[in-house]
């Protein structure tokens, strides 16, 4: 009897039909399931991350506004990594951090715009609710594709929890931008002439 050959496009079944390639779950683990957790401790490192970044950048605000917008944020962080920690335990995983490049690029950033921009001004405010809005956005991308891989998998009491801290981004990004809109942006505005307006008034008095 010849030996039967196989296919790299599917094997061959019991009743020697072919079967397609992923047709059926294997044995191994999901590879979805491996980014998800990948991701979670991606955002566990970041969340506790920023526990230790946000009192800086509050510290160096100059409003008062925003002092307490930073003070309100660090609050929900807080509240994120134990929220992580709740999804980590549905999973029964274990909360576990994996250095994420991205948040430590973004606080980075942050810190050399505390020291670029003058104290006491609300030129570095305006710079600070951009540094935090960068932030806040790469939160967002990264809860809201968690809440949809979630419920993809069926894990839907982790969508809820997941959906809870994104809801919680969003919001202290749109009050940030109310922030800047209403107020930081238009103070800041006042803090010296724009080189363009020198350049105007000099050759008004040329002429």
């Avoid at 044995?27 to 230790?52: G, I, P, W």
């Avoid at 609050?75 to 490049?101: D, I, M, N, S, Y």
């Avoid at 104290?119 to 809201?144: C, F, N, P, V, W």
Wanted: proline letters at 1%; hydrophobic letters at 30%.
């Amino acid at each position: 009897m010849k030996n039967q050959k196989t296919s790299t496009n599917g094997a061959t079944g019991a009743n020697g039909t072919k079967e397609k390639e992923g047709s059926h779950r294997s044995n191994r683990t999901s590879l979805l399931e491996k980014f998800f957790v990948d991701q979670l401790k991606d955002m566990y490192y970041a969340e506790q991350h920023l526990v230790k970044a946000l009192p800086e950048m509050k510290n160096a605000a100059t409003s008062e506004e925003l002092e307490d917008a930073f003070d309100d944020h660090l609050k929900q962080t807080e509240r994120h990594v134990k929220r992580l920690e709740k999804v980590f335990k549905l999973l029964k995983q274990k909360p576990e951090g994996k250095k994420c490049e991205a948040i430590e690029g973004l606080t980075k950033e942050a810190k050399s715009i505390i020291s670029e921009t003058k104290e006491g001004s609300m030129t570095r405010d305006a710079a600070l609710i951009i540094a935090a809005q960068k932030i806040e956005h790469y939160e967002i991308a990264t809860y809201g594709g968690l809440v949809q891989l979630a419920i993809t998998m069926d894990l839907h009491s982790a969508a809820e929890i997941l959906d809870k801290t994104l809801q919680e981004e969003e919001d202290t990004d749109t009050t940030l931008t109310q922030i800047a809109e209403t107020s930081i942006n238009v103070k800041a505005e006042n803090e010296g002439a724009y080189s363009w307006q020198q350049q105007q008034e000099e050759s008004t008095i040329d002429t």
